[in-house]
């Protein structure tokens, strides 16, 4: 039989929208695969392009969340920001198992199943990116008043990052970008957070008001890294170690490492 290879957007929607269209077009059971991009063709396989519905996405969230709690749609949604090509099938043969019935008890606790097992990986790889970023995300005022962050994780964690400052910054305007991904989360003061997507002029302009550091804020940088240079011990510096603890793709967006 030959197989029916479904390609999707990297990004929640189009996977989702992927899943809902396997089950809307019956193909449940069949040799059928979901791929983000085109990069990697089959000589012997049958394409079809799937289009992000928001709608579509919904439902199979929902349904998710109906069928297996809280905590598993949380693992699946964390899997799905990983930068892993297998994520996508992964996670479809997870929920199809989920759906069979075959699986007693948490539908995350099924270790057994290799699908499972995968996503259950992938999300708490996803996790591990997330605590880093909150650990070394610097945010420094610029022009106007407002908070600015820069990121570039190895997962798309934008998303899961923004609740928790808006949660600890409620009355402040800031902006984290996550310039890997062209993407900016945005907090207006005292009102709901959002994400958008940026083109290369925005993405551009963003970074250059970046720039336009308040000057109490210049002083504050200067300050921060005398403080961070009177802690260290020059005789008992130990490089491998402090990269193991904050490696080098962290450092490029934080104060204390930038040289003045």
């Known amino acids: 039989m030959e197989e029916l290879i479904l390609i999707c957007e990297d990004s929640v929607e189009g996977i989702l929208t992927a899943i809902y269209r396997i089950y809307e077009w019956k193909l449940c059971g069949k040799r059928v695969k979901i791929q983000t991009g085109a990069s990697d063709l089959c000589l012997f396989a049958q394409y079809r392009e799937v289009m992000p519905d928001a709608e579509c996405a919904a439902k199979v969230a929902r349904t998710l969340r109906r069928r297996f709690g809280e905590q598993a749609w949380e693992a699946i949604s964390y899997a799905l920001a990983s930068e892993e090509a297998d994520k996508s099938q992964a996670v479809y043969e997870t929920i199809a198992a989920g759906l069979s019935g075959r699986i007693r008890g948490p539908l995350l606790q099924a270790l057994a199943e290799p699908c499972i097992h995968r996503v259950f990986a ?12 909150l ?18 994780p190895d997962a798309d964690v934008l998303a899961f990052v ?14 984290i970008l996550d310039e890997r991904r062209a993407a900016a989360g945005i907090h207006p003061a005292g009102k709901t957070w959002f994400l958008t997507k940026l083109s290369k002029q925005e993405l551009d302009t963003l ?6 550091k308040d000057e109490n804020e210049q002083e504050i940088e200067v300050l921060f890294q005398s403080f961070c240079r009177s802690l ?7 490089q491998p170690l402090q990269q193991q603890l904050v490696s080098l793709k962290y450092r490029m967006h934080m104060t204390e490492f930038q040289k003045k």
């Open 122 to 133: 992938l999300s708490r790889n996803v996790h591990r990116v997330r605590e880093r970023v």
């Open 135 to 152: 650990q070394f995300l610097r945010f420094q005022e610029i022009t106007g008043g407002i908070l600015y962050g820069e990121i570039a």
């Open 162 to 175: 923004m609740p928790h400052f808006a949660d600890r910054f409620p009355l402040e305007n800031f902006v």
């Open 207 to 212: 970074q250059q008001a970046g720039q336009q």
């Open 232 to 238: 260290s011990i020059l005789e008992r510096q130990n």
